[in-house]
T-cell receptor, first 109, second 113 residues
Framework: GQQLNQSPQSMFIQEGEDVSMNCTSS?????WLWYKQDPGEGPVLLIA?????ELTSNGRLTAQFGITRKDSFLNISASIPSDVGIYFC?????????FGTGTSLTVIP | NAGVTQTPKFQVLKTGQSMTLQCAQD?????MSWYRQDPGMGLRLIHY???????DQGEVPNGYNVSRSTTEDFPLRLLSAAPSQTSVYFC????????????FGPGTRLTVT
């Protein structure tokens, strides 16, 4: 099956710092997505990207769809304690979604 | 709207037992799907459905059956549970197949002993 390689696996940062994580694949996708999952809950969509090279922002979050269509990154600026959670990239091909292995983010006040 | 609901929230089974995980949505979504989430593995698609009466296999379908008799419900059946099926199961729905905005349920934590 498809494999999305997400890095880093975990991050420990000070409140106020910026965060960057990325996702790569050997396959081409037409849609890239970023989700956040809080403990004991299902993932919630943060940003969706539809075109190669597209750069999209949602508040302090910025994500880009790589020009090769094989990668994407997510940046979080000026982190706050409620940013804590697991961030997943996902990619869509046809009717099937594929998810990365997640980046666990800890924000130290 | 309740969104996507899943029952039960927790379940313990013995090897070989069968059970059905329930999933329902009240958003009139055509597309529904089941995932399992294991540590370090992310979410993996088990089965999905693009509408009532239509189901298809995802990435890891073995050991699971699904059916879609109504738009609202998409149950996942384990016919003979195995310890390898210990996981957290999420149901999700979206307006249409290929629609990015999936809404996830709260999950079912299943342990098979």
């Amino acid at each position: 099956g498809q494999q999305l390689n997400q890095s880093p696996q975990s991050m420990f940062i000070q409140e106020g710092e910026d965060v960057s994580m990325n996702c790569t694949s050997s396959s081409i996708f037409n849609t890239w997505l970023w989700y956040k999952q809080d403990p004991g809950e299902g993932p919630v969509l943060l940003i969706a990207l539809y075109k190669a090279g597209e750069l999209t922002s949602n508040g302090r979050l910025t994500a880009q769809f790589g020009i090769t269509r094989k990668d994407s990154f997510l940046n979080i600026s000026a982190s706050i304690p409620s940013d804590v959670g697991i961030y997943f990239c996902a990619a869509l091909t046809g009717n099937q979604f594929y998810f990365g292995t997640g980046t666990s983010l800890t924000v130290i006040p | 709207n309740a969104g996507v609901t899943q029952t039960p929230k927790f379940q313990v089974l013995k090897t070989g037992q069968s059970m059905t995980l329930q999933c329902a949505q009240d958003m009139n979504h055509e597309y529904m799907s089941w995932y399992r989430q294991d540590p370090g593995m992310g979410l993996r698609l088990i089965h999905y459905s693009v509408g009532a009466g239509i189901t298809d296999q995802g990435e890891v379908p073995n050991g699971y059956n699904v059916s879609r008799s109504t738009t609202e419900d998409f149950p996942l059946r384990l016919l003979s549970a195995a310890p390898s099926q210990t996981s957290v199961y999420f149901c999700a729905s979206s307006y249409a197949g290929g629609d990015y905005e999936q809404y996830f349920g709260p999950g079912t934590r299943l342990t098979v002993t």
